[in-house]
């Protein structure tokens, strides 16, 4: 083999994580490597987001196109995951994270503070949502989709964005705000638009968001020795993988998706795994946040640590609290 095929989805965010990926996997195996574009049924589906039922609808193409061998690698952004991982498909390789932020893009440079009473800010997120209302419920919330750039273009006042979501539509510049992943505003180069980091303490980002997995079949890392294999093993991130492991742990076990009111975030410090958790009403009216910490640094230690958060969470009233 002396090259390999990438499968993406056609969205700006989509191609450009895959092309990094794709060249690191490139410099680390010394391989050509070859990309092919995927429709999903999340890029062709116009509802909200929250009513598409189902999570997953983004990485599941790229799955049958990795199960037919029409590629070899997938490149998915973790937060959009289902955490039932297929038997068929592993998860070979989580790089290291970038920031995990949320981030306020809003008219005038203005912060979330600093946003009158009645503003309105857009994002498809229950999660974003509840956390918003919560820090401020004098504000409106819009339910909004689309891809990055469509969204940065609902912004009054906003530029006329490269990425129109393929949809030719005008940008209508009707928001005060919107929210977005820092993470992916950085990939995309369009950080100037950020007038407020959201921190942790205000807004939990989304379990594993910042983060990018790399799909393969079993067979394609059975060998070690292999090429491709070394270079995914090279590129995987122990602390990464180990916070995010925490992260869906606790979603699985709250047995809720990236739709949910629930935020969570991870770090390794030293010896220790920290994981701070969030459940929301949907309105945003109420919600619990915990914390717990372990020192058992293994994927299983990560996983409990998420487990026995989650059910902290759930003996504290998460479940009717968010409508799990
Ligand atoms: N749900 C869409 C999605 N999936 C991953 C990212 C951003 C990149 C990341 O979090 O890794 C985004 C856009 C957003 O939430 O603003």
């Known amino acids: ?15 450009t994580q895959t092309g990094h990926v794709a060249d690191a996997l490139a410099s680390l195996s010394g391989l050509t490597p070859q990309t092919i574009l995927v429709k999903t049924e999340g890029d062709v589906t ?8 189902g999570t997953g609808v983004f990485a599941a193409a790229l799955r049958v196109a990795l199960l037919e061998g029409r590629c070899d690698l997938a490149v998915h952004s ?16 989580m790089p290291e994270r970038v920031d995990v932020r949320d981030a306020l893009c809003a ?80 990939r995309l180069g369009l950080q100037e638009h950020v007038t407020e980091y959201l921190d942790p303490s205000v807004m939990l980002p989304a379990p594993g968001q910042g983060t990018l997995a790399v799909e393969c079949r079993p067979e394609t890392v059975a060998d070690p020795g292999s090429p491709l294999a070394a270079a995914l093993a090279a590129l995987d991130d122990d602390a990464t993988r180990l916070a995010v492991t ?39 009216s109420d919600v619990i946040r915990r914390s717990a910490s372990t020192r058992d640094l293994t994927d299983d230690g990560a996983r409990a640590l998420g487990v026995q958060l989650a059910e902290l969470l759930l003996r504290e009233g998460a479940a009717d609290l968010a409508g799990l």
Do not use: H, W
């Open 246 to 284: 925490s992260e869906r742990g606790l979603l699985a076990r709250l047995e809720a998706g990236c739709a949910a009111p629930i935020g969570a975030l991870a770090s390794v410090d030293g010896e220790l795994l920290t994981l701070d958790a969030v459940v929301c009403a949907q309105d945003g």
């Open 46 to 53: 116009s509802g909200p987001l929250a009513q598409l039922g």
């Open 1 to 15: 083999m002396s090259s390999f095929t990438v499968g993406t989805r056609g969205s700006a965010l989509a191609t």
């Open 78 to 93: 973790l937060k959009d995951l289902p955490t039932a991982q297929p038997e068929a498909l592993v998860l070979a390789a």
């Open 107 to 186: 008219r005038d440079g203005l912060t979330l503070a600093a946003l009158p009473a009645g503003a309105t800010i857009g994002t498809g997120s229950p999660r974003r949502a509840a956390q918003l209302k919560y820090a401020r419920p004098d504000v409106d919330i819009v339910d909004i989709r689309g891809n990055v750039g469509t969204r940065l273009g609902r912004v009054k006042g906003s530029p006329e964005q490269a990425d129109d979501g393929g949809v030719g539509r005008v940008a209508q510049r009707d928001l005060d705000a919107v929210v977005l992943a820092a993470a992916g505003l950085r």
